[in-house]
């Protein structure tokens, strides 16, 4: 059964546009970087860009496009497993969409395993939707403007001046590039908080086929 359900859709959709704004409010309230649609869309954009260089259909696009929009709404709930709650949230909102199972189970799976803590590339577009959403580091997420109380999260967000995701010109790697401004935080403190984040992309690059490489300041660490 073909579906209706679109990545315009979901970003018209008013519920769903809620429970991004809520998600975020929460975890600002918790001194979190931001969460809400710049995040989401950037995640969509990565996710379907992996998807659509390595060959994959227009419609598997379409739906890594819809779980990146959607895979943070868990935090609404609570930070602690949000990615189980929000993949169950998705489910609730999607089948009364009349999205058909075989979408929705591609959906919250991916959404439901994109936290470095407990999740695992199952399909294709949770892989590209992990690779989204842990490469989204930059200034711009910040929302302390007091450089004083920074803490980790912030010193590392903050340093980064610079990020991109891109394949190699053979496409056999997936390329974060990175441009640190040391002064701020060092490329320690990044994989301090980082590392496992980046683990998870490696093994999600291998599910998709490809290596996964980071270059930090010109310099390949990864």
């Keep these: 059964m073909a579906s209706i359900v679109t990545y315009k859709y979901i970003k018209q959709n008013p519920d769903i546009m809620e429970y991004i704004r809520r998600a975020d409010s929460a975890l600002e309230a918790q001194g979190y970087t931001e969460h809400s649609f710049p995040h989401v869309e950037r ?5 379907s860009m992996i998807l659509e260089t390595l060959g994959y259909d227009e419609r598997t696009v379409e739906l890594a496009k819809i779980a990146g929009m959607m895979h943070d709404i868990g935090n609404v709930i609570n930070r602690i497993d949000h990615a189980q709650s929000g ?11 009349s999205m058909p199972a075989s979408e929705i189970c591609s959906i919250i799976s991916a959404i439901g395993n994109h936290d470095e803590g ?3 590339p199952l399909n294709a577009i949770s892989a590209a939707l992990i690779i989204g959403d842990k490469t989204d580091v930059r200034r711009s997420r910040v929302r302390n403007s007091d450089l004083l109380t920074f803490d980790i999260h912030d010193r590392v967000n903050y340093s980064v001046e610079y990020s991109k995701v891109s394949f190699s010109e053979d496409k056999s790697s997936i390329i974060l590039e990175l441009q640190i401004d040391t002064k701020l ?5 990044y994989f301090e908080i980082f590392l496992n984040r980046m683990l998870l992309c490696k093994k999600a690059s291998q599910y998709l086929g490809v290596k996964f490489e980071m270059i930090i300041n010109g310099g390949t660490v990864l």
């Design 185 to 189: 935080s060092s490329v320690l403190e």
């Design 118 to 120: 407990t999740g695992l």
């Design 43 to 47: 995640v969509a954009q990565v996710a």
């Design 87 to 97: 993949a169950v949230m998705a489910f609730r909102l999607l089948d009364n969409l």
